[in-house]
C-alpha cells in the first residue's frame, strides 16, 4: 500500500504498511509542549518566591508580632503549587509519551509509553469506521484538534490523540488510517458480516454497493463511501481545507536580485554571502497602534520590576545579616521571570527576523532572548517562492496584524513558510527576490510567471 511520508514534525515513523496492517510510530515531544512547560514553569518561579516570603518571614517581623497560623498559609499556597504543578505533570505527560499504533480491518489499537508505563486501548472497527479531525481545545484564539477513530460498537469509548502533533501530522495520519481502511482485505472486511438496517438480514460479503438480498435495500460498503475533504489516497490534507488558515495564494513572483544588486537604500542586511551560504536579516516592525501601547506598558513595568527587584537583591546580600542571605534567592528569581516580559520589549524595539539559505535548507528565526522561534524546511521541497496575502486568513485570531499586510512566502511540500509580514512591498519583494536568486545558484528552478 502506497503512502506519502509522514508530514515533518516531531518524526512520525511509518513501521509497516501492507494490506493487512498499518503500523505508526508516535515519538515524544512537539512544538505544543513547549508553551504548556514554561507557563508551568513561569507560573513555579512566582508561585514559589512568593509562599517562601510568607512562610519563613520570622513572625517579628509580621504586624503586631502575630503572624497568621502556618496551616491556613499551606492551604493558601496548596492551590497554586498543586495548578503548577498540575501543568507540569500535563506538560511532562506530553513530552516523553510515546505511541505506537497498529490498525487492522476490524481492529484499532493504540499503546501509550510513558518512561515505563503502557496504557493499552483498542476499538473494534466497522465499514463506517474512519479517523476524522475533532476539536479538542482552544490555545491562544486558534482551534487545536485530536484524532478519533469511530468505534463500530457504541458502548466502546472513541480514543482521541496526537493532539500535541501539528495540523500537518494529524492531517496525514488520519488520512493514512482511513486510506489503509478503504483499502484492506480486499472484497471482505476481515470476516465481518453485516446486517440490512431496513430488514435486519446478513448482507453479502463485500464493498461497494451491496444489494440485500431479503428487501432488495442498496448499502455502501467500505470503498464507496462519500469523499471527505481529505484527500485519504495520499495520506495528506487539502490545504484548501485547513482549518488553521495557512493555505497562501501566491499573487506576484519577483525576478531573483543578487545580494550585490540590492538597492542602497533597502532594509535588508547581508550577513554571510559566499558559494555556500547566503544569510540576511531585516527588522521586524509591527505597525499597529496596539504595539505602540504594549510597547510603552512593558517598557514601564520592566523598568519598575527590575529596578524592586535588583534593589531587593542588593539590599539583601549587602546589608543584611548572613542569616537572611537566603531571601536573596526570592528576588533572584523574580528577575529570571522578568526576563520573558524583557524578551518582548527587545523584539518590539529592535526584533529582526534572520534567514538563512545553504545548499539543503532555509531556515528563518525571529525573537529576542528567550522568546525565539525557528523554523526550516529542505530546499529540494520548495515549489514556489512568491508574494502572497497570509493576513485575510489570520485577522480573526490576530488583530494585531492589519489587512494591508503582505508576505514572501516560500511553499514547499513540507509547508509554507512566510518570510516577511509586512506592507513594505519593496521589502517583500527584495526578501523574495534573494530567496530566488539562491534556489537558482544552487540549481533549483521554480516557476517565475
Not at 73 to 93: D, E, M, N, T
Not at 141 to 163: C, H, K, M, N
Not at 191 to 201: E, I, K, L, P, R
Not at 391 to 406: G, Y
Request: hydrophobic share 40%; aromatic share 8%.
Amino acid at each position: 500500500m502506497n503512502l506519502n511520508q509522514p508530514a515533518s514534525g516531531v518524526g512520525i515513523e511509518l513501521v509497516e504498511s501492507s494490506d493487512e496492517q498499518l503500523v505508526v510510530n508516535i515519538p515524544p515531544g512537539g512544538a505544543r509542549c513547549r508553551f504548556l512547560g514554561l507557563f508551568g514553569l513561569a507560573w513555579l518561579a512566582i508561585v514559589v518566591p512568593v509562599s517562601i516570603v510568607f512562610l519563613l518571614v520570622p513572625d517579628n517581623l509580621w504586624e503586631g508580632g502575630k503572624p497568621p497560623p502556618k496551616i491556613f498559609l499551606l492551604l493558601l499556597f496548596s492551590i497554586p503549587y498543586a495548578v503548577g504543578f498540575g501543568i507540569l505533570y500535563g506538560w511532562l505527560r506530553m513530552r516523553f509519551t510515546k505511541i505506537l499504533i497498529s490498525v487492522t480491518a476490524d481492529q484499532f489499537a493504540l499503546q501509550r509509553t510513558w518512561f515505563k508505563r503502557q496504557k493499552f486501548e483498542t476499538v473494534s472497527l466497522d465499514q463506517n469506521s474512519l479517523a476524522k479531525l475533532v476539536e479538542s481545545h482552544r490555545q491562544n484564539g486558534s482551534l487545536v484538534y485530536a484524532i478519533r477513530i469511530r468505534s463500530a460498537d457504541e458502548l466502546e469509548s472513541e480514543p482521541e490523540f496526537a493532539t500535541r502533533l501539528s495540523y500537518e501530522e494529524k492531517s496525514w495520519l488520519a488520512g493514512a488510517i482511513n486510506h489503509f481502511l478503504r483499502n484492506s482485505y480486499g472484497n471482505e472486511l476481515s470476516g465481518q458480516s453485516f446486517q440490512c438496517t431496513n430488514c435486519s438480514a446478513e448482507l453479502p460479503r463485500g464493498h461497494g454497493n451491496i444489494t440485500c438480498e431479503q428487501c432488495n435495500e442498496t448499502h455502501v460498503i467500505k470503498n464507496a463511501l462519500t469523499e471527505p475533504s481529505t484527500n485519504w489516497e495520499t495520506g495528506s490534507q487539502n490545504t484548501a481545507e485547513d482549518p488553521e488558515g495557512r493555505n497562501i495564494v501566491i499573487q506576484d513572483r519577483p525576478p531573483s536580485i543578487s545580494p550585490n544588486k540590492l538597492p542602497r537604500d533597502s532594509s535588508i542586511r547581508i550577513d554571510l554571502n559566499n558559494n555556500e551560504t547566503l544569510a540576511f536579516s531585516y527588522r521586524f516592525k509591527i505597525t499597529h497602534p496596539i504595539s505602540y501601547i504594549i510597547t510603552a506598558f512593558l517598557s514601564v513595568f520592566c523598568a519598575f520590576w527590575f529596578g524592586i527587584t535588583l534593589t531587593a537583591t542588593c539590599g539583601i546580600l549587602f546589608f543584611a545579616d548572613p542569616g537572611m542571605l537566603l531571601f536573596a534567592l526570592i528576588p533572584l528569581l523574580l528577575l529570571v521571570v522578568g526576563l520573558v516580559p524583557l524578551s518582548i520589549l527587545i523584539f518590539l524595539v529592535r526584533g529582526r527576523v534572520k534567514i538563512k539559505m545553504n545548499r539543503e535548507k532555509i531556515s528563518g528565526s525571529i525573537g529576542a532572548l528567550l522568546i525565539h522561534k525557528t523554523i526550516t524546511i529542505s530546499n529540494h521541497s520548495i515549489t514556489e517562492v512568491g508574494i502572497g496575502n497570509p493576513a485575510a486568513n489570520i485577522q480573526a485570531t490576530t488583530p494585531l496584524i492589519p489587512n494591508n499586510i503582505t508576505s514572501c512566502v516560500v511553499k514547499s511540500s513540507e509547508r509554507d513558510v512566510p518570510l516577511t509580514w509586512s506592507s513594505d512591498s519593496a521589502l517583500n519583494h527584495q526578501v523574495a527576490g534573494l530567496v530566488m536568486n539562491h534556489l537558482e545558484h544552487i540549481g533549483i528552478d521554480l516557476p517565475t510567471e
